[in-house]
């Protein structure tokens, strides 16, 4: 077992901009703990790649954030978590902590919609594995997922993030859901928090909407504090990389963090 220690990074990856809504999170609950951010945006969105192919980015991405030895590496996408995570934990062993952003999110739905039904929206990668059906039926807490593949959205999100546009694809994605008497909506991908205030608006604040940002933000420092790696004398340094620069990713990670953030190109497909 290799012996890790507090001041170590956690490390985030996702095709973009959407594991920023977890890095945030975590930033804001771990303000001591330093990051390691990778942005595949060389090959953003992952949710309408083959599960092959998204194992091949996510392990390649897995090696780097182990040369930066990192204590913690965090999938932060649900088409990479639902794709790659046993593959990644298998190569990762003892390296680093290893962890996806849906078990976080099926154990806080076990604890607090139990017999609720409840809408998904997330990429076509992530529906068609029925990942959460799956999950959730394995808690028997008699759940009802009604599904919904919101295929462009991200992409969307990556390019506009909030501009109007992403309203009319909203309408077209939430309409089928909108008379399905829900309790509750989950964004299963994280980009789709970018937009929450358009979904809660559309649903007339009449649903709840289940961001997982939070949710897995705090399952990190639960996680943390049962290995004895919670970082409390550091000072939160921040270090972005990104496959391909683009704007609206460095236009992301100002409107998160609030700062100007240094990208730095990491070339990784080279």
């Known amino acids: 077992m290799i012996k890790h220690i507090p001041s170590q990074p956690i490390g985030i990856f996702d095709s973009g901009i959407g594991g920023l809504t977890v890095a945030h999170a975590i930033v804001k609950q771990l303000p001591k703990e330093n990051i390691i951010y990778f942005g595949d945006t060389a090959h953003l969105p992952y949710g309408d790649k083959s599960a092959a192919t998204i194992q091949a980015y996510s392990i390649k991405i897995a090696h780097m954030l182990l040369q930066q030895e990192c204590k913690l590496i965090l999938i932060a996408c649900n088409s990479a978590s639902t794709a790659a995570f046993e593959l990644i934990k298998e190569y990762v062993g003892t390296k680093a902590i290893v962890m996806n952003v849906i078990d976080p999110l099926v154990h806080h739905l076990r604890d607090h919609y139990s017999h609720k039904h409840l809408g998904l929206i997330a990429t076509r990668q992530t529906v068609n594995s029925n990942v959460y059906k799956k999950k959730i039926d394995d808690v028997n807490r008699g759940i ?3 599904s919904q593949a919101t295929n462009l959205l991200a992409s969307a999100i990556e390019e506009f993030q909030n501009n109007p546009v992403i309203d009319s694809l909203l309408k077209e994605y939430l ?13 299963a991908c994280t980009h789709y928090p970018v937009v929450k205030n358009k979904i809660v608006d559309f649903f007339e604040n009449k649903i709840d909407i289940i961001d997982p940002s939070d949710i897995v933000a705090h399952a990190v420092k639960t996680k943390l504090e049962n290995h ?11 270090h972005f990389y990104v496959s391909d620069y683009t704007e609206s990713f460095a236009a992301g990670t100002k409107i998160f963090f609030e700062e100007d953030i240094a990208l730095e190109h990491y070339p990784l497909w080279e």
């Open 144 to 146: 009802k997922i009604t």
């Open 175 to 187: 309409t089928p859901l909108k008379n399905k008497d829900l309790d509750a909506l989950i964004l």
């Open 228 to 238: 004895d790696l919670l970082n409390t004398n550091g000072n939160s340094n921040k």
